[in-house]
């Protein structure tokens, strides 16, 4: 992904007491960081020895949330996809910068069962897929290269530029055919509130890497059935597995809200999209699908 674009400064009418380049920034997460704190967009068009990324370094901070997520990998498009991951963050390190902040994944721990902390030298065998390993070598290499270094480990994110996807489906689409089976499980986490996570690393130092996302986790068919949403289910069962977010939720408080309410918040934000009724709340016990999360190791 050497096809960067160096774009203005935030949307927002307040002006940015940063220098700051985020890369990704036309959709997802990455828009939301460059609208909220401004500085040069790294987006797909121009090459990274554009002059406007060669004048403003050094960095204040660098918040890496560029990816390329092809979900089909093969021996002809291998090295472009290692290129767009991999490669990238690399050449992002040795831009100069003061801190760099790396958008990486859950899904660099393999699947295990249970909650992995973030310190666990966890068994690497069971991981699979271009994606976890791009993500994990991407992850390391952050950590071990670049100055004061913040690794956010996600869960599912929300927010108003998040491209389809079958939580926002099911909310704003009416009788929509999905990929995923009932009983897949989620954890969410809202673009604002990684964000805020962002700004108060910033200012106080923080670095190390965390799990970000909330407590517990939510099943699809919960959704779909205490919002009164009409569906068809597919086969595949996606599970994100139990979360431990202590470390993020001892930081900052919105990592540990149930994940439930956080899903709602992010209803809220829909506005009139919205196509369900009322809001999601907690199945009391038992037999609820609206699981807790926490470590059990």
Not at 117 to 140: C, H, I, N, Q, R
Not at 177 to 186: D, E
């Amino acid at each position: 992904m050497d096809d960067i674009v160096a774009a203005g400064s935030a949307s927002s009418s307040t002006k940015p007491s940063r220098n700051i380049l985020v890369t990704g920034a036309r959709s997802g997460l990455g828009n939301a960081v460059h609208k909220a704190l401004g500085g040069i967009a790294f987006v797909r068009g121009m090459r990274l020895d554009d002059p406007a990324i060669l004048a403003a370094a050094p960095f204040d901070a660098i918040v890496h949330c560029a990816v390329n997520a092809a979900k089909y990998v093969s021996m002809s498009t291998a090295y472009d996809y290692m290129d767009d991951n991999f490669l990238l963050t690399q050449r992002l390190v040795h831009i100069p910068h003061r801190k760099f902040i790396f958008v990486s994944t859950l899904a660099v721990y393999p699947p295990t069962g249970r909650a992995v902390s973030e310190e666990e030298d966890v068994d690497l065998m069971p991981l699979t897929g271009p994606y976890a390993f791009s993500k994990l070598f991407s992850d390391l290499y952050v950590q071990k290269h670049a100055n004061d270094p913040l690794i956010l480990r996600t869960t599912t994110l929300l927010g108003p530029a998040i491209r389809p996807s079958t939580v926002l489906r099911v909310l704003t689409q009416r009788d929509c055919r999905l990929f995923l089976a009932a009983h897949s499980r989620y954890n969410f986490v809202l673009h604002h509130d990684i964000v805020d996570f962002m700004v108060r690393a910033m200012d106080e130092g923080i670095c190390g890497a965390f799990n970000i996302g909330s407590e517990g986790l939510v099943v699809l068919s919960d959704i779909v059935d205490q919002l009164g949403l009409a569906v068809t289910y597919g086969d595949y069962h996606y599970d994100i597995g139990p979360v431990d977010v202590r470390r993020a939720g001892a930081v900052h408080p919105a990592f540990a809200r149930p994940s439930w309410q956080t899903l709602n918040r992010y209803i809220d934000s829909l506005g009139s999209a919205y196509i369900g009724r009322g809001r999601l709340g907690p199945t009391p016990g038992p037999g609820s699908r609206l699981e807790s999360a926490r470590p059990t190791g």
